[in-house]
């Protein structure tokens, strides 16, 4: 082995400890550190392809509007192009959110009900008089992140002082909301 082969050996050997530890460290990464990453592991690939003898040969011809792309390599460089064309692209996980649309004449206990079924789970409310599961509701589509911001919400729905304040948690499978004050 030549001492450039070395450097090339003991780079790659840097990065895949790296990769290890970037794999290992973090539950989620972001697009941004993904494309490092990206980077990182076609590097990692076109290093070690150095090492190999004999030849690889990558040919990548792609049509665009103005013109032809054309990317090609032997070795290290094939297996770079390789690596970084083959790795697969993320899609961002989308947001937290949920949305109803409130009807008219909906009792405060009727739209928790069907809020918790859309998360197939039941409700359970501590503290509350009839007075207050009875409160009318004002017909809105109420939009909000998550199941419990929307049961939360729905105080802010019903006429002024007619639901005193209250506590939302969770335990699988029951919502529980119960009075504060």
């Known amino acids: ?3 450039l082969q070395y ?3 003991g780079f790659a050997a840097i990065l895949v400890i790296f990769l290890i530890i970037a794999y290992f460290a973090r539950e989620n990464i972001n697009s941004n550190q993904f494309v490092i990453l990206r980077f990182l592991c ?3 690939g076109g290093f070690a392809g150095g090492l190999i003898t004999g030849s690889a040969l990558f040919d990548l011809h792609q049509k665009w509007s103005g013109g032809t792309l054309a990317v090609s390599g032997t070795a290290g460089f094939a297996l770079f192009f390789v690596v ?3 790795f697969t692209r993320v899609t961002p996980r989308p947001r937290d959110s949920f949305n109803m649309s409130i009807p008219d004449g909906w009792s405060f206990k009727d739209a928790a009900t069907a809020i918790v079924q859309h998360d ?3 409700v359970s409310f ?3 008089l009839e007075a207050e599961l009875a409160a009318r509701l004002s017909s ?3 939009k909000t992140d998550t199941v ?3 049961l939360i919400a729905l105080r802010a729905l019903t006429p002024s002082g007619s639901v005193r304040p209250y506590r939302v948690d969770f335990s699988t499978p029951t919502y529980t909301l119960t009075i504060t004050a």
């Open 1 to 3: 082995m030549t001492a």
């Open 7 to 9: 450097v090339g050996l």
């Open 42 to 44: 076609s590097l990692c």
């Open 84 to 86: 970084w064309y083959g």
């Open 120 to 122: 197939k789970s039941v």
């Open 126 to 128: 501590e503290g509350f």
């Open 140 to 142: 809105q589509v109420l």
């Open 148 to 150: 419990t911001s929307a």
